[in-house]
């Protein structure tokens, strides 16, 4: 495991750091050791070059630089403790017996300078297990990252390579197909991107390079696919057979492993029933505590403020680690392609599309490039919301600058509390103004535009297997793919059928069928639909009988809305239950404020009243403590505490049920508003 000279040489002129603490590690670490090789293997998991030494030695450096860092900010954050009277020497003490006054008095002048000594210790022990322990965890993450993407996309990959056997490729070529379709199957192509680069410029055989791949991929099962690959290399059988029992396999494979998925959010589900409860039960007890005077206020802002968010925060991350979203963006990019294809892929705001690719040949073709942005000014504003609709966060460049103006005018007439105590009188209309108002501006028309998108998505998706089944059906009948996209077109309805049609129209005026397919996709961009394209596209230009990829396309498109309808049937219940607790959480704090914070709010100003006390703080005032309630400062904050848990469970309900932080906004605008209408009732 030695430092490759050249390697070794480049990396340590550009890596000062790793290069000042070389030493360093070969003192504290064995090169043969099994940390050293397992930061190895996980480097070469991540795909990240660095050689293990200098990744390691870095590592250390770091670990070094913030735990010295840390260490001088706890050692002037322990002397400032006692040179600021927040804690007296007296204060600290182990009890050990002294057996006469001067012992006691020189154990007494020690406990500052240790007190000290200890809190720079324990932070630069904490930033030296950060600096280090973070840096090396970092391959692990991508190594983890890449490997839950290649198990999500195996099976797809598996039934490309097996739609390529069926068109009559060999071996090597579905390699190499598979090596460039990384558009599509992102990290499992790129494994195969390594045995082509293996292969084409290092010379290796390719039954070598499987090999070795299968040894450095992350995932288990991509790793046994290459193995058994390997094999049926080796002893000269037949790819077509092999691959079609891969792809059942895997098919199944897949949906076994997205029914573990959801079992696992059903348990997330009940968590957050007792996580989303606890910051309740944390406020009525200090609420309790605070009228006995027993309670310090600021915890309440504390659990208000902070804990609310950070619980809902933490569990959305916690989510994020199990819920598999789709990889990839959906675009297929046409390598290969005409370049009338490559420069329409690129379409946007920004770019002109198919002009771009004449600009410089001639002054007409310059003139025709200036006058395209009027042009496409004039198509947006003809139509805005067909833009905004594929476009949806395009919505916050209009919304966000009316809110800001919106806001401003408010403040210019003076009726925008912007003071604590504007806030405490007017607790509903403070925040409706600077909370409620800003959310539904921005929010809605956010929410509005986006779930028009994902609906005119379905409308493609929804018939995607019934149509392939037709297209199946029609091509085994000896008709050509050409011919039998018409005749889907003409026996079906909806949108997919009317893109069929304009897929047809495109070829009979001249493009190709590959073109005119990828096309198609990139107008909607759904990662399933790409994979289902990609598929078709590369099959139909080795053969136009094509009955079995398209078989292939159909059972693997039936398989995903097999997972669809399952996780819409277990993600119902969740969003149920995430629902259910915050209206449990609303009405519990709306029962607070209406049956407890007046009643006990008016006997401590009575009991106070009554012994001539000179603090009651019943109507109003600043604080709760002392035996005191203020009954509309609590009414504010239980108001900002049920507005920020609308907020988080709205988002968590909308990740949970499509993995998409954008589809809970609907979710959060919904039980923002019945927050608000409560709170006026009651507040």
């Not at 050692?75 to 006469?100: D, H, Q």
């Amino acid at each position: 495991m030695s430092l490759d000279a050249g390697v070794g040489a480049d990396s340590v002129d550009g890596d000062l750091l790793g290069q000042l603490f070389y030493p360093v590690f070969g003192l504290l670490f064995d090169p043969d050791g099994d940390l050293v090789g397992d930061v190895e293997r996980k480097l070469a998991e991540a795909r990240m070059p660095d050689p293990v030494e200098m990744y390691v030695s870095r590592a250390l450096g770091v670990g070094v630089l913030v735990g010295v860092a840390l260490a001088v900010v706890g050692t002037l954050l322990g002397y400032g403790v006692f040179a600021l009277g927040a804690l007296s020497p007296e204060a600290l003490s182990l009890g050990i017996p002294a057996p006469n006054p001067g012992t006691r008095e020189l154990m007494r002048s020690l406990v500052v300078p240790t007190a000290v000594l200890v809190s720079g210790g324990v932070f630069g022990s904490i930033g030296f297990a950060t600096g280090f322990g973070g840096l090396l965890a970092v391959p692990y993450s991508r190594s983890a990252s890449r490997e839950r993407e290649i198990n999500m996309l195996l099976a797809d990959s598996v039934s490309f390579m097996y739609a390529l056997s069926v068109g009559g490729l060999n071996q090597l070529e579905i390699l190499r197909a598979m090596a460039t379709a990384e558009d599509t199957y992102g990290e499992v192509s790129r494994e195969f991107q390594s045995i082509i680069n293996e292969t084409e410029y290092f010379g290796t055989d390719y039954r070598n390079a499987l090999r070795k791949q299968s040894m450095e991929t992350p995932s288990e099962e991509l790793s046994q696919f290459l193995a058994d690959m390997l094999s049926i290399v080796n002893s000269g059988g037949e790819m077509e057979p092999f691959l079609k029992d891969k792809k059942e396999k895997h098919l199944r494979t897949s949906k076994q492993e997205r029914e573990m998925t959801l079992e696992t959010l059903e348990l997330f589900g009940e968590m957050y029933m007792t996580l989303s409860l606890f910051p309740l039960l944390l406020i009525i007890i200090l609420v309790i505590m605070g009228m006995m005077g027993e309670s310090d206020d600021r915890l309440l802002y504390a659990t208000v403020y902070v804990l609310i968010p950070l619980t809902g925060i933490g569990f959305l991350v916690l989510v994020s680690t199990v819920k598999q979203d789709e990889p990839g963006d959906g675009f297929l990019r046409p390598d290969g392609g005409s370049d009338r294809l490559r420069q329409t892929s690129r379409e946007g705001l920004l770019h002109f599309g198919l002009i771009e690719a004449f600009v410089g040949r001639g002054s007409v073709f310059d003139r025709i490039r200036d006058r395209e942005g009027t042009h496409k000014t004039k198509q947006i504003l003809a139509a805005p919301h067909h833009f905004l609709r594929d476009n949806p966060l395009y919505t916050l460049a209009l919304t966000v600058p009316a809110t800001l103006a919106l806001l401003a005018i408010a403040l210019g007439a003076e009726a925008a509390p912007t003071t604590f105590d504007g806030w405490v009188g007017a607790p509903v209309w403070s925040a409706f103004l600077w909370v409620y108002v800003p959310a539904y501006l921005t929010l809605i028309p956010l929410a509005t535009f986006y779930e028009w998108d994902q609906r005119a998505k379905r409308s493609v998706t929804g018939k995607l297997s019934e149509n392939l089944r037709k297209l199946s059906s029609a091509n085994d009948t000896g008709q050509t793919l050409l011919e039998s996209v018409r005749t889907v077109a003409d026996t079906s309805s909806g949108t997919l059928a009317e893109e069929f049609e304009v897929i047809h129209a495109k070829v009979n005026y001249g493009m190709s069928l590959r073109d005119a397919l990828v096309e198609f996709n990139n107008k909607y961009a759904v990662p399933r639909l790409a994979r289902t394209v990609k598929l078709i596209a590369e099959a139909q230009e080795a053969s136009s009988q094509i009955t079995d990829v398209l078989t292939t396309a159909a059972q693997a498109s039936e398989n995903q809305d097999d997972i669809e309808r399952e996780r819409r049937s277990r993600t119902r219940m969740q969003v149920a239950i995430i629902i259910m607790t915050y209206v449990t959480l609303l009405g519990v704090m709306a029962i607070l404020q209406t049956q407890f914070i007046d009643v006990m709010g008016g006997l401590a100003q009575g009991a106070e009243g009554a012994s001539g006390g000179a603090g009651a703080v019943a109507g109003g005032g600043g604080g709760f403590g002392g035996g005191g309630v203020d009954p509309d400062t609590l009414s504010m904050l239980f108001f900002h505490a049920v507005t920020i848990q609308a907020v988080l469970s709205g988002f968590i309900a909308g990740y949970i049920r499509n993995a998409e932080l954008l589809s809970g906004v609907k979710f959060a605008v919904a039980l923002m508003t019945l927050a608000l209408g409560v709170w006026i009732y009651v507040g």
